[in-house]
């Protein structure tokens, strides 16, 4: 099954007014040849970049990310970083700071992944059907001229997930999105 992975260190999600998301953006001008690269930290209970940290020539967003984390005041939020920050030093900042996250599981974390994949798939093949309840939702949107579906399954780590043990982690979150484009119908009146 194609589904996005996530790892979270929240056992339950209730809407949180204090979330925010870090995400790098690459900033050029036509006259500059080395474009500069930052890691942004976007509030959506304010709407806006709180903060941003240049990411050093010789360095990625691995080293920039923690670096922007520990400049902002992070108690009671959630944090979402995408798959470059799925780091063992980014979740040791956001913990130490009284703050959850929310971290993307990619290939970058190969024996993470590993285990989260095995652990849905072992899930998927031992259960026939899912039902709406605390480890599955499912949503159907239309909207903007396309349908979407959406599935979430959560699972809790236990002794069964011990990498995601080592990561802090409460819960471990697949999702399946479905897109399929509507065709509008225009209707011309004769004149």
Known sequence: M???LVLSSR???FHSRRFFSSQAKLRSTTQRVNPMHMVNAWS??????IGQQKVDQKSNEITAIPALLKLLELEGCLASI???GTQVNTVDTILKKSADYLLAVKDNQPTLSAEVQARFQAYWDSTATD???PGFSEQFDSQHGRKEHRRCW???VDEHLPICQTWKAKIIIAVQAELSAVLLKV?????
């Open 154 to 156: 959560t699972i809790a």
């Open 187 to 191: 209707s011309k009146s004769a004149t």
């Open 82 to 84: 995408d798959a470059a």
């Open 11 to 13: 056992s339950q999600f």
């Open 2 to 4: 194609n589904c996005r």
């Open 44 to 49: 959506t209970e304010l709407g806006m970049c």
């Open 131 to 133: 039902t709406p309840g």
